[in-house]
């Protein structure tokens, strides 16, 4: 793994914890050794527009941007981004879905309509795991740490070892917010 780069992107809505989620995946990445390269792409993230996050690691990585095919795990926040960028994903690459729908603003003015079965439909072409993670947030009580949940459920797919996941999720997160991440983590860490 050393001498090959690996490419992960994380897509969402704005206002859905991507910065949160690529700051505890550089973190987890340049302990273990790797260069580390981060890029955001920002739609209109204030107006609930998509936001692309790459992170690429290595032994050396030249530039930030994951091109087309050449994704080993997208993580997305919601169903509708991760059908917009599935077309990144390498053969072999590992699509984790949270389960939620965000209705776009040409869904929400009726000049566009939501797709169905999106899931489904994913699952014929990529290896795909998905989860409610807002549901489960607010069984934990905090809606807000659902990307933690999807984080974890990914963590599972990669190279490093759930104590190291744990330990940056520490150091990443606000102390007094330290314990309701942790258990997040570990609660799409331990789905299926």
């Known amino acids: 793994m050393k001498d090959q780069t690996k490419n992960i992107m994380i897509v969402g809505v704005g206002g859905q914890g991507t910065l949160l989620t690529s700051r505890i995946l550089g973190g987890i990445m340049?302990?273990?050794g790797f260069d580390v390269k981060l890029s955001e792409v920002h739609g209109m993230a204030q107006r609930g527009g998509s936001v692309v996050t790459f992170v690429r690691y290595?032994?050396?990585?030249?530039?930030?941007?994951?091109?087309?095919?050449q994704a080993d795990v997208l993580i997305a926040f919601e169903r509708l981004e991760a059908l917009r960028?599935?077309?990144?994903?390498?053969?072999?690459g590992v699509l984790i879905v949270n389960d939620q729908r965000i209705d776009p603003m040409p869904v929400v003015t009726g000049a566009a309509r939501y797709p169905e079965?999106?899931?489904?439909?994913?699952?014929k072409t990529y290896t795909v795991?998905?989860?409610?993670?807002?549901?489960?947030?607010?069984k934990l009580g905090n809606p807000k740490v659902f990307n933690v949940i999807v984080l974890g459920m990914a963590a599972k797919r990669m190279d490093f070892a759930k104590e190291d996941?744990?330990?940056?999720?520490r150091q990443k997160v606000p102390q007094k917010l330290?314990?309701?991440?942790?258990?997040?983590?570990?609660?799409?860490?331990g789905a299926d």
Do not use: C, Q
Request: charged share 35%.
């Open 117 to 123: 079965n999106i899931l489904e439909d994913l699952k």
């Open 129 to 138: 795991y998905s989860i409610d993670a807002m549901e489960e947030a607010k």
């Open 165 to 169: 996941w744990i330990r940056v999720v």
């Open 58 to 69: 290595g032994k050396k990585v030249a530039e930030p941007i994951v091109e087309e095919g």
């Open 85 to 92: 960028y599935a077309h990144f994903l390498k053969k072999d």
């Open 178 to 189: 330290v314990e309701i991440n942790e258990k997040a983590f570990l609660t799409g860490y």
């Open 30 to 32: 340049l302990d273990a």
